[in-house]
């Protein structure tokens, strides 16, 4: 089945130690989403790739990086994660910018 | 002008009743209205979406009802069961948000057997 997979399903790091989370999609979408969600919170766009163009929304923190090597995965780097960015991390996916998103498992990150 | 204001924040109902959810918006530019339903643990799921040349969307046992002049729309869920506890978010997007989703707050849902 056509699917947004996301890896790993849980990460623990420790303060300050660089993570990388992943996303792959099968369905040949053109753009990829990273959200960030906290408990009871609604998700957070971080950024997205609409193709090969980045767009990076104005309050995400300079800690946050994303990296598309081609069309099917997409990756999410924090550089120094610190406690406030223990969260839920959602990839999501979408044909355009105009059609329906649709959301991988998401990761929960853990820092000690 | 960009937020989407949703309520109830939570909401208890019995096997069988019909939950409403609501949300209320301010931009008239938004032109593309989903509904995401979230179990703990996991991903939001696309459960039903509406555009604003129609009034009302069935899918299933779960309607949109929406009401342009009133920037108002709302989720009914016919028959609900104990499956249907989740966290339900409405969201809209349109050409002033870059046709990202602006998300409401969420609606944390209990079906009582």
């Given amino acids: 089945?056509?699917?947004?997979?996301?890896?790993?399903?849980?990460?623990?790091?420790?303060f300050g130690k660089p993570v990388t989370l992943s996303c792959s999609q099968t369905l040949n979408h053109n753009v990829m989403y990273w959200y960030?969600?906290?408990?009871?919170?609604?998700?957070?766009?971080?950024?997205?790739?609409?193709?090969?163009?980045?767009?990076?929304?104005?309050?995400t923190p300079d800690n946050f990086q994303s990296r598309r090597p081609n069309t099917s995965f997409c990756f999410l780097d924090i550089r120094s994660p610190?406690?406030?960015?223990?969260a839920m991390y959602l990839c999501a996916t979408s044909e355009t910018l105009y059609n329906e998103q649709f959301f991988g498992?998401?990761?929960?990150?853990?820092?000690? | 002008q960009q937020q989407v204001k949703q309520s109830p924040q939570s909401l208890i109902v019995q096997k069988g009743g019909i939950p409403i959810i609501n949300c209320a918006y301010e931009n008239t530019a938004f032109d593309y209205f989903p509904?995401?339903?979230?179990?703990?643990?996991?991903?939001p799921a696309l459960l039903i979406a509406?555009?604003?040349?129609?009034?009302?969307?069935?899918?299933?046992?779960?309607?949109?009802s929406f009401n342009k002049s009133a920037k108002q729309f709302s989720l009914h869920i016919m028959d609900s069961q104990p499956g249907d506890s989740a966290t339900y978010f409405c969201a809209a997007s349109g050409r002033d948000s870059s046709y990202k989703l602006i998300f409401g707050s969420g609606t944390r849902l209990l079906v009582r057997p």
């Avoid at chain 1, 089945?1 to 420790?14: E, K, L, S």
């Avoid at chain 1, 610190?82 to 223990?86: E, F, R, T, V, W």
């Fill in chain 1, 105 to 112: 498992p998401g990761t929960r990150l853990t820092v000690l």
């Fill in chain 1, 1 to 14: 089945d056509a699917m947004v997979i996301q890896n790993p399903r849980y990460q623990v790091t420790q």
């Fill in chain 1, 82 to 86: 610190g406690l406030g960015d223990a």
């Fill in chain 2, 35 to 43: 509904w995401y339903q979230q179990f703990p643990g996991k991903g």
């Fill in chain 1, 36 to 59: 960030q969600q906290k408990s009871s919170q609604a998700p957070k766009l971080l950024f997205h790739y609409y193709d090969k163009d980045f767009n990076n929304e104005a309050d």
């Fill in chain 2, 50 to 64: 509406i555009r604003p040349d129609v009034s009302e969307k069935k899918e299933g046992r779960f309607t949109i």
